[in-house]
C-alpha cells in the first residue's frame, strides 16, 4: 500500500514537497516513481528513481523537480521548485515497474497563478 501526502494549493514560484510511504514488501528493491494526471490530460511520468537511486525526469520538469528515496522510512519524496501552473495535476506514486506497478491513492497540486 503506497500512502502519498503533501499535495495543496501554492502559488507560482511556489514549492511543495509530496511524500510517499509504502506499507509491506522490501522497499528498496523497487524502482520508485511520481506521475501526474493534469484535466483533461493523459497521464505522465514527473519523475522516478532506481533501486540505486538513478534518477530519471521529463523534460518539463528538469532542474525544478528533485526526487528522493529513504529506504529506512520506505518514502519516496518529490520535492518541486518554481512551480508553475501546468504542474495543477494529481499526483500518483507507484511502486515497481509496468503492469505489475502498484499506484497510490494520488495527492492533488494546485498551482495558481
Known amino acids: 500500500q503506497l500512502q502519498a501526502s503533501g499535495g495543496g494549493l501554492v502559488q507560482a514560484g511556489g514549492s511543495l514537497r509530496l511524500s510517499c510511504r509504502a506499507s509491506?514488501?522490501?522497499?528498496?528493491?523497487?524502482?520508485m516513481g511520481w506521475y501526474r494526471q493534469a484535466p483533461g490530460k493523459q497521464r505522465e511520468l514527473a519523475a522516478d528513481?532506481?533501486?540505486?537511486?538513478?534518477?530519471t525526469y521529463a523534460d518539463s520538469v528538469k532542474g525544478r523537480f528533485t526526487i528522493s528515496r529513504d529506504n529506512a522510512k520506505k518514502t519516496v519524496y518529490l520535492q518541486m521548485n518554481s512551480l508553475k501552473p501546468e504542474d495543477t495535476a494529481v499526483y500518483y506514486c507507484t511502486q515497481g515497474e509496468g503492469a505489475s506497478a502498484y499506484w497510490g491513492q494520488g495527492t492533488l497540486v494546485t498551482v495558481s497563478s
Open positions: 509491506g514488501g522490501i522497499f528498496s528493491v523497487y524502482r
Open positions: 528513481i532506481s533501486n540505486i537511486g538513478v534518477t
